[in-house]
């Protein structure tokens, strides 16, 4: 007999990495948002609606990602809505995700925003740079941040056809690597 | 063999997989806990399976590491079932998100070990990711948005790194010029 070790409660994440007192934040159940600029309603789930409806009227993105003292780069859903909604976005999430996303051909928001975070493989450490980002970020003026957004313009409309490109690319790719296996 | 996909899974990725290889069972890290991975496995004996015989496993959930231990429990838990039902680990294909997850493997098995196959440069085989991006067609013009807020922080689960943001931005009274939301438990947002 094989022992296989059991987390209780199960869980999946350990998280018992920072020692910042932990707030109970009220849950907060958005509107759905009534389909607007002909997107399909079949085909989008609640999350995109969630959103599009939080975007407006945004400038900059901070996502956060689903683990962030994680021993691998973690690229989920999340990730997508910025570049969907063409904005630049701050990631909070493991170290070396922007890495990732310039490996799939993403491109991001540095200099303007100072992504050496990305590289800092200590949690805390790392939390720390991208607070003085996000801080750095909200002390600008609101035409300030409107002329960032239309700065990257260019880079956030690459980014979206990149990542309606990406399954493609990505199935491309399995196919030619199994070629090669056999 | 003809599965059952699971929706969270894209049915394109598996159909290239099948095509190559005779896939003889398939499952879902994230849905399948330690006793299911053992009860759905016990059904199969490796002695009988050909060249082309395969076990396919996605991985793209999160996995628990404990301090100092290199590898996840997942994977642990996966390699000790395999052990216990004498399951080759060279039969199974795994597909996963977290790239250089094959050290784990390594490091179980060892080097010279026959180690599973291991496809781990794929982020879109996870419907959440791909349905939505393949149907998106709206047209924002950047010029034309009206600014309202810096920035807008969405979150979801409960998360240790998500508390230690929410309290920034309450401590540092950003919460005017930051959006932001908190689900906390609320449906399946992680």
Redesign the interface.
Known sequence: ???????NP?????????N????D??????PRVPPA????TD??????Y???Y?????????V?E?????????????V??PI????PF?L?GAAHTLE?LHH?GFKTFSPTIDETYDTVDD?QKR?GML?TE??K??K?S??D??NV??SF?DV?EQNFHT??A??NN??N???A??ND?? | MHFNYPPRISATFTDILSKKFDIVEFFDLMTHDNDTIFNVLSKHDSNKFDDNTRILIFHDDTDYYMPHVKYGLKIFNLYQVCCELNIALNSIIFVTNHAGIGAEFRLLLGDDARLPMVIDNVVTFNNDISIPIENFNLHIDTSEINIKYNMLCMMGKKRVHRYALYNFILQNNLSSKIHTTFHGDYQNED
């Not at chain 1, 910042?20 to 707030?23: D, N, W, Y």
């Not at chain 1, 600029?37 to 399909?40: K, S, T, V």
């Not at chain 1, 969907?84 to 904005?87: A, S």
Request: overall charge positive; aromatic content about 10%.
């Open positions: 007999m094989k022992t296989r070790i059991y987390t199960p869980t999946t994440v350990n998280e018992k990495w920072i910042t007192p932990l707030i934040a009220e849950p907060r159940i958005l600029f002909g997107i399909p085909t989008l789930n609640d999350n995109v969630m959103h599009f939080e975007t407006l009227g945004i400038g900059i993105d901070i956060t689903t683990v962030f003292n994680y021993p691998y780069p973690y690229l989920s859903e999340k997508c809505w969907l909604h063409k904005r701050v909070v990732l799939k949690a939390f607070t996000i801080h970020i909200c600008l609101l035409p941040v409107k957004l239309l313009k956030c990542l309606k990406l399954k990505e199935l790719q399995l196919k690597s199994l296996i056999i």
